[in-house]
């Protein structure tokens, strides 16, 4: 009796030792964990929302410009395009109310995991009570999730619709020939509507799917709980589609299964191996061959398709574009904006010492072959030679540049001819020391500066941060009004800078 008490008492501390360890390893979650994915959620939710009504509204008003132009040709062609869109749009909005657990389309690993965690959070009440981690209840996150799921999935169906009806118009405005110009402009504009479309949903389901580093922090301390790996066997949208057996891990569960030798046989009669592999080819050898070749032709077709622009990881029913597409178009206006800093250094002069001008420009991205820009300029000065350093404030300046990606017009594909751009950039520089804000009213106090050249875009490791990326620049611009400052400045003006 004695030894049973024992006993008891040894399993109870640790089953407490247990419970404990793991409510230690949930209690060290990063912290803010549900509130940043709400932020997340919401900020996508609102971007699919605004980018869905924007389209709608521009996808009606080009077909009501079809369907009236076509109505001087054909009046039984008039449409009620506006009850279709408005249909759609409030279908749409309606989609919130309601919660699909899935995606339709490919499967995304990133929604899983981020939806799993939170089901075991919102599960695990007497854990995350305790937490201190989580600020909020996961179960409004799931809920939220959810609900930007749903908003997916009716894009999807609005998408489906759009590609339809594109096919249905190009269909219809066959039927007539010299068609008026304006219906051919405003068809072509549908279609890059609709191409647009399917490009934002794209996006943003690469940017539900890919976790930032504080849900990558947490889903990886996740990982370490043995409850959360079973929660994940029973309750994952992995495990819905490929359920475990109730037997798995026992050799019940191998019965009725062929052995590889079947398998192999059956493979080489079904496959019908060349005689030239000979007479005891191995099967599997020559499927392997087979998918290298086929991955080869796969990766060509990837390529003309990242020319065109399009993500390789998109839906399977987008369609190919009548036009060469513009990849800035469906990014944020964040994604779009270049920040990239530049040196110049002039030596010293009976006026000025060794100075060197530092600037901090900010781009637009136009489109893939067009950048336009602001910056900011300081100059240092620091001293007139290595005997006598002295830093100084040397003045300043203000600049605004256009960059434009020189083409290939002899379709050579050198890399030379893909990193130029040409460049061109108008600049007000102070230089004189800056004594007084007062001298800045002074217009008469400023050059002028008009330049027109080359810039060379390259990758480089990045000076502020080791291992990350950058894209270097160099720049020969001439100044055309260099006679007219005073003094008189060089007309070939070197530049180098990194982006940030």
């Known amino acids: 009796m004695k030894h049973l008490f024992t006993i008891t008492l040894l399993l109870n501390i640790l089953l407490l030792h247990a419970q404990d360890s793991q409510f230690i390893t949930v209690a060290e979650l990063p912290p803010g964990y549900t509130s940043h994915i709400d932020k997340k959620l919401n900020g996508l939710d609102n971007r699919l929302s605004r980018q869905s009504e924007k389209y709608l509204k521009s996808l009606a008003r080009q077909e009501e410009k079809i369907f009236k132009s076509l109505a001087a040709l054909d009046s039984s062609a008039l449409e009620d395009v506006k009850e279709k869109y408005s249909q759609l749009s409030q279908q749409f909005n309606n989609a919130g109310s309601r919660m699909d657990r899935l995606l339709s389309g490919r499967y995304l690993p990133g929604v899983d995991s981020l939806a799993t965690s939170l089901g075991f959070l919102k599960d695990a009440g007497n854990i995350v009570s305790k937490t201190r981690g989580i600020q909020q209840k996961p179960g409004s996150s799931l809920q939220n999730l959810q609900q930007l799921q749903s908003k997916l999935n009716e894009a999807e169906a609005i998408q489906q619709f ?37 490009q934002q949903l794209t996006n943003l389901k690469e940017s539900l799917d890919q976790p930032d580093k504080l849900i990558a922090k947490t889903l990886a301390v996740l990982k370490n709980i ?215 009213k002074n217009y008469n106090n400023w050059n002028k500066s008009a330049l027109a050249g080359l810039t060379k875009k390259f990758g480089m490791n990045s000076p502020l941060k080791k291992g990350r990326l950058v894209q270097g620049n160099m720049q020969v611009l001439y100044d055309f009004l260099h006679q007219t400052q005073v003094p008189r400045t060089p007309a070939l003006v070197w530049r180098v800078g990194y982006g940030l």
């Open 162 to 198: 759009v590609q339809q009806r594109q096919q249905q118009l190009k269909q219809l405005l066959s039927n007539y020939s010299n068609l008026p110009k304006d219906i051919s402009r405003h068809f072509g504009k549908y279609q890059r509507e609709a191409f647009y479309y399917s």
């Open 226 to 440: 043995p409850a959360f790996s079973s929660f994940w066997e029973k309750h994952s949208m992995i495990s819905a589609m490929f359920p475990t057996p109730d037997n798995y891990g026992t050799p019940q569960v191998l019965a009725g299964l062929q052995t590889r030798a079947n398998v192999q046989q059956l493979l080489q009669q079904q496959i019908g191996i060349p005689a030239t592999s000979g007479a005891n080819a191995n099967p599997a050898q020559y499927l392997q061959q087979q998918m290298q070749q086929s991955q080869g032709e796969l990766s060509k077709l990837k390529d003309k398709m990242s020319q065109l622009g399009i993500n390789s990881g998109g839906s399977s029913d987008m369609t190919m574009p009548e036009f060469k597409p513009n990849s800035q178009k469906t990014k944020s206006f964040l994604q779009r904006l270049d920040f990239t800093s530049n040196f110049q250094t002039q030596k010293s002069n009976q006026y000025y010492p060794v100075r060197t001008d530092i600037s901090i420009n900010v781009g637009y991205k136009l489109s893939d072959q067009a950048v336009a820009g602001v910056g900011l300029a300081g100059r240092l000065g620091w001293g007139d030679s290595w005997q006598k350093i002295r830093l100084s404030s040397q003045g300043g300046g203000f600049r605004s540049y256009f960059d434009w990606k020189a083409p290939d017009l002899l379709k050579t594909n050198s890399r030379l001819i893909s990193s130029l751009w040409f460049t061109v950039g108008m600049e007000l520089n102070y230089h004189r020391p800056i004594e007084d804000l007062a001298v800045f």
